[in-house]
């Protein structure tokens, strides 16, 4: 595992036990997916990667937009989906015929794969990365270069 890697994924623990807030980015006090990803950021690079405007729960479904998609495309670099590698974020699509609108990093390989995540009902978690979360895996990236 890389230095990078070992950083974004101790930030990651951190955040365990904080609890599930939709738009939130407080570590203890309150995140959503989106809002846990922002706050490992904040921590590996200092500043938010980019404003966020006010988003509902169901995303971008009623348009059929990609917009977490395509902010994580302009911030993150692709990777191949069927590559994984600690420290990397995850993107999960919900519903077959749904948005992606889910997303969670990497946190163990091997035998017992894990990946951290901010779960309506759970808040921060570290989940087994099972057959029914990867099957709904649709993009993978990871983290810039510090200074890119």
Do not use: N
Not at 135 to 144: M, S, T
Request: charged share 25%; hydrophobic share 45%.
């Amino acid at each position: 595992m890389s230095r990078a890697a070992e950083q974004i994924i101790a930030e990651a623990r951190l955040w365990i036990g904080t609890p599930y807030r939709h738009q939130a980015s407080c570590k203890g006090a309150g995140a959503d997916c989106l809002g846990l990803l922002r706050g490992v950021w904040r921590a590996v690079y200092g500043a938010e990667p980019e404003a966020v405007p006010a988003y509902s729960a169901d995303w971008s479904e009623p348009q059929g937009e990609e917009r977490l998609w395509a902010a994580a495309a302009r911030r993150l670099i692709a990777k191949d989906v069927d590559d994984p590698g600690v420290g990397d974020v995850v993107l999960f699509r919900m519903r077959e015929q749904g948005v992606a609108k889910h997303l969670g990093l990497t946190s163990a390989l091997g035998a017992s794969p894990k990946f951290i995540h901010a779960y309506s009902g759970h808040g921060v978690v570290e989940s087994p990365f099972s057959e029914p979360w990867a099957r709904r895996v649709v993009a993978r990236f990871e983290f810039p270069k510090a200074g890119s």
